[in-house]
């Protein structure tokens, strides 16, 4: 269990705070999140913080507020080991159906003395997810509910429930009869001279052992013959797993009759039921027992849930990485295709070399007598030349940005694709989130053409045209921009055949008006806009994923900090 980083303070305002607190708080955390990625021991995980959840709500946080409430005596076992023979036995009245059917509880009946029943019908108090009906009632009732039957025979403040079989052939049976093993002061495990060895029987007690439950076992059918070496062979099998202490009762072998045994047989078990309810100090020391025993184990079963959180919050990590990485990879295509001239093809070039060669280059070069003041009073329109040349800058431009990210977009999805996490989270979303948003064509263009705007709002700002120049030259911004946008491509690098003379000519003509070193500095602030404009492009389009993820309700790495810590608000808590 990792404390927290202000360990004083935590402790602190654990400390002041009422246990019931604590745990209500520890079981918003339990029940905050859920265990959506497919890895390995998930849904055992996932099994694991719904038994969390019903104790918490079914057993300990209606036990921490009300300590005087009854004592809850869960019978349970696999088919046919005589749970509601016994439960009949001990009330001296058939309220439990018994027969050669299997299984024959299948409805949960819980039987108290008539002065607590106001508390078992109140569906506010244990096991609150269970709707209550007073019985008697039909053996098969619909819905999860609790039939409450009344016996004086019992004395007050215990109630006995019979739990459907724990190997049931109806599933719903076996979360039932977890869900009130979780909810009980006292387990009773009721099995068979012939069964005992079982792997179910087994795994009950392990259960029970590991929950921190008070335990009672009951060994029935123990024959005549043969009967004390299968008592003794049971004692060391329940030594050996730990569970010596458990009290231990025997039925021999007898008739049934009317659904019950006859009375001398239960005699041992209703006097210990008995003595816990009647004794003040035995009843509390159950309770303290009990309920400190289960709250030890949430010192393991939380931080192991925990584990596993983390786990998923890996997974997690792991797949943004995986969407980071392809539009990553994109945006270094991109790089690539902009220095490299591959984008001075087709119409681009085709505009270019028309600029370059009639003559607008030149005119956008001017001797400066009398430019400066005409420029100031009256601004040009740029020759359909310039404008057509832009045009295909900019189209080309959003072309390479639309082109990486739908690849980038098609990689996420076949690397998701790849791993069973992945894939579940694709389910529905892959052919809308396998290519680029129907927004992203709209950003580019304003992108691009802001970019665009960058690009003259630099020369103007910082291209100081060098002194032996200055004094005899002028230039229209808007189409050197241009010039210097070829020349950031790579014109002359790619293996695209232009007119001679004409390859060096965006390099040339820029190191002649600002020198070199100023050409670097625009040059480096140019690129670093378009990349950073792309890029936020392509991390909204990474969002998408990101939402896919989150509106999956895949945890996030606070998920486990906030169970450790409510674990450990527990522990000082207590």
């Known amino acids: 269990m990792t404390p927290p980083a202000d360990q004083g303070a935590a402790k602190h305002r654990a400390a002041s705070l009422p246990l019931d607190e604590v745990l209500a708080e520890l079981r918003d955390q339990i029940a905050s999140?859920?265990?959506?990625?497919?890895?390995?021991?998930?849904?055992?995980?996932?099994?694991t913080q719904q038994d969390l959840l019903n104790q918490l709500d079914d057993y300990v946080l209606p036990r921490v507020r009300r300590t005087d409430s009854p004592l809850l005596v869960v019978l349970s076992g696999s088919t046919g080991a005589g749970k509601s023979t016994l439960v009949?036995?001990?009330?001296?009245?058939?309220?439990?159906a018994t027969g050669v059917l299997r299984p024959t509880t299948s409805s949960p009946i819980l039987v108290c003395h008539p002065d607590d029943a106001d508390w078992w019908l109140d569906e506010r108090y244990v096991l609150p997810g269970f709707g209550r009906v007073l019985g008697p009632a039909p053996d098969a009732v619909v819905g999860d509910q609790l039939v409450i039957m009344k016996s004086d025979v019992l004395p007050r403040g215990l109630a006995l429930l019979d739990s459907p079989d724990v190997d049931s052939v109806f599933e719903d049976h076996h979360e039932f009869a977890a869900q009130f093993l979780a909810a009980a002061d006292i387990w009773m495990c009721v099995t068979t001279a012939a069964r005992y060895a079982d792997a179910q029987v087994w795994r009950l007690l392990h259960r029970a052992r590991d929950h921190g439950a008070t335990l009672g076992i009951v060994l029935s059918r123990v024959p005549e013959e043969g009967g004390e070496e299968v008592v003794a062979h049971f004692a060391e099998m329940l030594k050996d797993n730990g569970l010596e202490q458990a009290a231990q009762f025997t039925i021999s072998e007898t008739k049934v009759s009317g659904?019950?045994?006859?009375?001398?047989?239960?005699?041992?078990?209703?006097?210990w039921l008995t003595s816990i309810t009647e004794d003040e100090d035995g009843r509390a020391e159950v309770i303290r027992s009990t309920l400190g025993s289960v709250l030890d184990t949430f010192r393991t079963r939380v931080p192991e849930l925990a584990k596993r959180v983390e786990e998923q919050v890996a997974l997690r990590t792991m797949l943004r990485d995986e969407v980071e990485?392809?539009?990553?990879t994109g945006l270094a295509e991109l790089d690539e295709?902009?220095?490299?001239?591959?984008?001075?093809?087709?119409?681009?070039?085709?505009?270019?070399?028309?600029?370059?060669?009639t003559g607008d280059l030149e005119r956008a070069l001017q001797v400066r007598a009398g430019q400066a003041g005409h420029r100031a009073g009256r601004r040009r329109r740029a020759p359909a030349r310039v404008r057509a040349l832009k045009a295909a800058l900019r189209s080309g431009l959003e072309s390479l940005v639309m082109a990486a990210a739908e690849r980038a977009a098609e990689d996420v999805v076949s690397r998701w694709r790849s791993r069973p996490a992945g894939a579940d989270l694709l389910e529905g979303r892959a052919d809308t989130l396998g290519r680029a948003s129907s927004e992203l064509s709209r950003r580019t263009t304003r992108a691009v053409s802001s970019w665009q705007d960058h690009i003259i709002e630099l020369i103007r700002t910082e291209g100081v045209t060098k002194r032996a120049v200055a004094k005899f030259v002028s230039y229209d911004e808007e189409a050197l921009s241009l010039v210097m946008m070829v020349g950031l491509f790579g014109?002359?690098?790619?293996?695209?055949?232009?007119?001679?003379?004409?390859?060096?000519?965006?390099?040339?003509l820029l190191k002649a008006l600002f020198g070199a070193e100023s050409l670097r500095s625009m040059s480096a602030k140019a690129r670093a806009d378009l990349r950073g404009r792309i890029g936020?492009?392509?991390?909204?389009?990474?969002?998408?994923?990101?939402?896919?993820?989150?509106?999956?309700?895949?945890?996030?790495?606070?998920?486990?900090?906030?169970l450790y810590q409510a674990t450990y608000n527990l522990e000082v808590s207590r």
């Open 337 to 357: 295709a902009t220095r490299n001239g591959s984008l001075l093809r087709g119409e681009v070039l085709a505009r270019w070399q028309d600029f370059a060669g």
């Open 33 to 47: 999140f859920r265990f959506v990625l497919d890895a390995p021991g998930a849904e055992e995980a996932s099994s």
């Open 259 to 271: 659904g019950m045994l006859p009375k001398k047989m239960a005699e041992e078990v209703h006097g």
């Open 88 to 96: 009949n036995t001990l009330v001296g009245a058939r309220v439990s």
């Open 491 to 508: 014109f002359g690098t790619s293996d695209v055949a232009v007119e001679a003379g004409t390859s060096a000519v965006p390099q040339r």
């Open 325 to 328: 990485a392809a539009y990553a």
């Open 536 to 562: 936020m492009l392509y991390d909204e389009e990474a969002i998408r994923f990101g939402q896919a993820l989150d509106g999956a309700g895949v945890p996030d790495e606070t998920t486990p900090v906030q």
